[in-house]
């Protein structure tokens, strides 16, 4: 059996030793870049929830597309496109998981389906950064839907065909939750 050198175990032990803590730093970028995406996915839903308690104070309900209230679904449209735009940029950055995107993009396509949308877009379009403008003309599939100038009698009719639009931009039924 053959000795072996001395400095070469020594050699073999650093050289273990540095893939080692290679390893350990790429474990800890990977936890670094999973506690980002979990930190903007926080960001996210705090601006939603700032959005929804701004109705609230205000004495108006979230989804409320009643035509007196008009200005704050307009208003909620608008910082749609702000918050549409950050996410435009935070996925071209690599910092938004694909299945967060695809949600993003479905919303976008629900909320081209609205004429006030439309209106807001083509006001804002020139101000948007050109990628989102370019998501936002592609989500645009149907004729639009002006939930603010229909009286109570054509709501229901309206709303079915919403639901309608949506299954169609989904590409399949929504499934209900029980």
Known sequence: M???D???LIQ???MIGIIGSLLFVGLEMRQSQRIALAGQQQDRMAVFVDITNTFTEAGIEFNSLEPEKAY???NYIHASFYILENDVVQYNLGLMEEGIWEVKQNAMKRMMGF???REVFNSRRSQLDARL???AKQAIINDCIDIAGLDQSNRAATTELFENYLREV????E???P
């Open 133 to 135: 403008v370019i998501l």
């Open 72 to 74: 704050a679904f307009r």
């Open 175 to 177: 499934e209900e939750v």
């Open 6 to 8: 001395f400095n070469s």
């Open 115 to 117: 004429c006030t949308a």
């Open 170 to 173: 989904s590409n399949g039924p």
């Open 2 to 4: 053959k000795k072996v």
């Open 12 to 14: 073999l032990l650093g």
